[in-house]
């Protein structure tokens, strides 16, 4: 049975069942994961899945079931599974089925070339990949990670007012961590890209970076405890955006999860602060015409010079503050429920190079590596306290390596504290849903705990 069948059967059962209005949504992914060690294969894995999910309100309530099965069994099953779960609900949020109302914009992130890309060739990315870092120099003794991985995924909305909408995107993603040997002790950096273009995952830029990166930390020192000003090179700082985005979710605000509720045009960055939602965007990981509940996506300042514009809303938020929704309904899974998710989420970049940006530093750090950073951060308080790496800098220059210690502080403030931003923006696809990205920042000061 293909999903249109299958819409008609729900649906009618639905309107059997008395729900007043409901949806599908099902979500096919294609995806490939291969890791190889020593020019073998380490690990290679193939999966196709695809799920649907019905919700629907019966009784004021939304209910929601889901399944992988599409044939007559499952139809009943899975609406009388909604009907149950809606009648079990005591919460009195009230929930929206999307009426289509709106113009949906041209999005295209899927790259046909790449569907022909075969997995013969991928798994040679990976074994080039390892061999390029192997012979970048002879300090690199070993890999202790090589993966290239790619997925192609396609959602479908399909519900009772008319909606019905498709997406399809892809994207491939190379990483290595060289492991890099001085005599004394063992060094490892990572690098990785991702792209729905083939043509632009180039094995050397990666390679190169990755041992430059690791040979970099040879002599890495300590450092005296203090106050310094920090640079947050792009990829430290994307990994403060990615663990903190959620402050900027309504769903926080309304259960006081952030302590941006109550703010809503105040300023609570500094002046050169424009922090961006733009489901749009051209290469973007995650641009999509619509949200997961059908409404169409544009392109927002949720942060503009410095002031909070707007919090990110799916249907449910939006009507609890009486606002219009930003068109950020998510769904990490076809099985979950509706939440709230950034798309292409980036703080804007500054007009200046990453040299000149470091050239006005007379002392302070380059922060170019934070580890452990979602145990060691507070998603409520802002609160962060986290083990890193990077530089000394000196009037302007890079100087020595340095590692274990600690860089503490909170995130609240830190966005009041950006003095500078460079104009090398990267981004980087976050475990759950989002696409996020930054430049370097300069920081006014920061705590740092080491010797």
């Known amino acids: 049975m293909d ?19 409901y949806e599908l949504y099902c979500s096919k992914t294609e995806s490939v994961n291969i890791n190889v060690y020593s020019q073998q294969i380490d690990k290679y894995n193939v999966n196709t899945s695809m799920g649907i999910s019905f919700r629907g309100i019966y009784n004021g309530k939304m209910g929601y079931a889901y399944t992988e099965i599409l044939d007559d069994n499952s139809v009943s099953l899975l609406v009388e599974c909604a009907k149950n779960n809606a009648l079990a609900i005591e919460n009195t949020d009230q929930e929206f089925i999307y009426d289509g109302k709106g113009t949906y914009s041209s999005v295209s992130n899927f790259n046909e070339d790449l569907c022909k890309v075969t997995t013969d060739e991928k798994i040679k990315l990976a074994l080039d990949l390892e061999k390029k870092v192997m012979e970048k120099d002879s300090k690199v003794i070993s890999v202790s990670y090589c993966s290239v991985a790619s997925s192609d995924v396609e959602v479908y909305i399909l519900n009772s007012k008319g909606i019905n909408l498709h997406h399809r995107y892809n994207y491939i993603f ?32 990666i390679a190169d970076e990755s041992v430059k990166k690791a040979i970099s930390l040879i002599g890495a020192c300590q450092i005296s405890s203090g106050n310094y000003k920090i640079a947050l090179k792009n990829n430290a700082a994307t990994s403060l955006l990615m663990t903190f985005a959620r402050i900027f979710s309504a769903d926080s605000t309304q259960k006081r999860l952030s302590l941006l509720k109550n703010k809503l045009n105040e300023t609570i960055a500094s002046p ?6 733009d489901p749009h965007m051209i290469d973007g990981l995650a641009s999509c015409p619509f949200d997961s509940e059908g409404v169409p996506t544009y392109r927002k300042y949720v942060v503009k010079n410095g002031i909070l514009n707007t919090f990110l809303y799916n249907l449910k938020t939006a009507n609890k503050d009486r606002v219009k929704t930003t068109g950020n309904a998510s769904k990490r899974s076809y099985n979950l429920a509706v939440n709230i998710s950034p798309t292409n989420f980036y703080i804007e970049k500054g007009d200046k190079t990453f040299d000149q940006l470091i050239n006005n530093i007379k002392d302070g750090l380059l922060i170019t590596n934070l580890a452990g950073i979602h145990a060691g951060a507070n998603g409520i308080t802002g609160d962060f306290s986290i083990s890193a790496k990077g530089f000394i800098v000196k009037n ?9 210690f600690t860089i503490s502080g909170n995130f609240y ?27 370097t920042l300069l920081i006014r000061e920061m705590d740092v705990a080491g010797l």
């Open 396 to 404: 302007g220059e890079i100087g020595e390596p340095i590692e274990q």
């Open 272 to 277: 050169l602060v424009n922090i961006i939602d």
């Open 174 to 205: 190379g990483a290595v961590t060289p492991i890099v040997y001085d005599g004394n002790r063992k060094y490892t950096a990572m690098s990785f890209t991702i792209s729905n273009d083939l043509k632009k995952i180039d094995l050397d830029v």
């Open 413 to 439: 403030k830190l966005l009041m504290d950006i003095e500078d931003i460079a104009e090398d923006l990267i981004f980087d696809l976050g475990s759950g849903s989002g696409y996020f990205g930054s430049p």
């Open 3 to 21: 999903i249109e069948e299958f819409k008609k059967s729900v649906f009618k059962e639905a309107k059997n069942q008395k729900f007043e209005e």
